[in-house]
């Protein structure tokens, strides 16, 4: 009884009512194009929905593709709330130049709180990829400035919401990198306390570790012994001043896929050398040029977790781990993810299911974070990983 009473308490204070019972976090990310694929994701696991992405213009101005779909696409569940995404990869391609300008980011502020109002919302999640670093190529940054700009955004669209809706406090959520802010010089900041205050909940990305860009096959996500890892991501961001209980840990519901350069022994393929070139991923994956940037046309590589359950290569209802020829799958024990191997193609695919996923709720509450978040919530398979995360 103490305990639950004290755990409640510290819970109130840290997450400024994130959690407003014991309920821990799931946090979904909702995108927009994949309205259709809503139906296998068991949206009542989730505690925040957040449609992604409105993507400001470069005065400041947001637009959401599928707006009217996106808010009409699920009905959501009582005390569950919804929020919209800002920016994203291709949607930041703006944010550094609005943020430095106090003229744009005031429009970005006043379109938010103005948002908030037109569409019912419960907050506001900020995903600017990223504050003093590289994102998209073509995308501008300021190293010397974006994350103290960032700070004045969160800062005054908290006044802002508050002066607004007095009587429903709403949430500012951030979507960040496994590392805290960079700082002038291009290095993470050491103390990010400040953004606590203003701040409810960090989203830390915690995937996309390794993939294409890499030198060898590696883990997407790795939740130990690895650098980054889901472990060291969460510790950076408490030693830069961030409380634990203000942090849900990122989970992908996708794998990456790459190909790993011809050899004769198949059998333990992390750490082989990989092709430059990225295979196709699922059938949803299209060669196409940077979204934002333009350039070549190249595939993503990704596998939804859902296309790896409904294309073949991890068939079976009964046993989610058994794949299908010519895959082979296995596990990485120090990442703790699986992979699987195509044998016919050396495609190799990095992805998290119900037992990895499972195995990162669980770090996540030893770790006493408010919970955990998904990218995307329609990766998932007939709720199986909504599933595991609850199950936890
Ligand atoms: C931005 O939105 C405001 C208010 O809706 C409007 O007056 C202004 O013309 C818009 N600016 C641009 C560049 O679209
Ligand atoms: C950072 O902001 C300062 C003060 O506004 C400005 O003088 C400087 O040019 C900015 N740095 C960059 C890289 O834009
Ligand atoms: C990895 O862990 C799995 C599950 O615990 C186990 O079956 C497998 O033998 C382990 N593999 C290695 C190489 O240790």
Redesign the pocket.
Known sequence: MQLVLLTLLAAAAAGRGVCADSARVVFGYLPTWQLDQVAGADLARYTHVSLAFAVP?S???LSMDNLDGALASFTPQAGQRVLMSLGGWSGSKHLSAILGDARKRR?LAE?MVAWTRAHGLDGWDIDFEYPGRAGAACHRFDAENDTANLLALVTDLRTRLAAEFPDAPKLITLATRHTPFDGPGGVPLADVSAFAGPVDLFNLMLYDFTGGWAQAAGANAALDNAAPSFRSAVQAWVDAGIPAGQIAAGLPFYGRAVTVKETRDLSDPVGLPIERTVPQGSSEDAEEPDASCGGPAVFSGVWAYRSLRSEGVLPSADEPAAAAEPWVRGVDNGTATPWLLNRETRAFVSYDDPASIAAKARLADDMRLAGVMVWPLTGDYNGELAEAIFQE
Request: net charge negative; aromatic share 0%.
């Open positions: 213009d005065a400041g101005n429009t379109q």
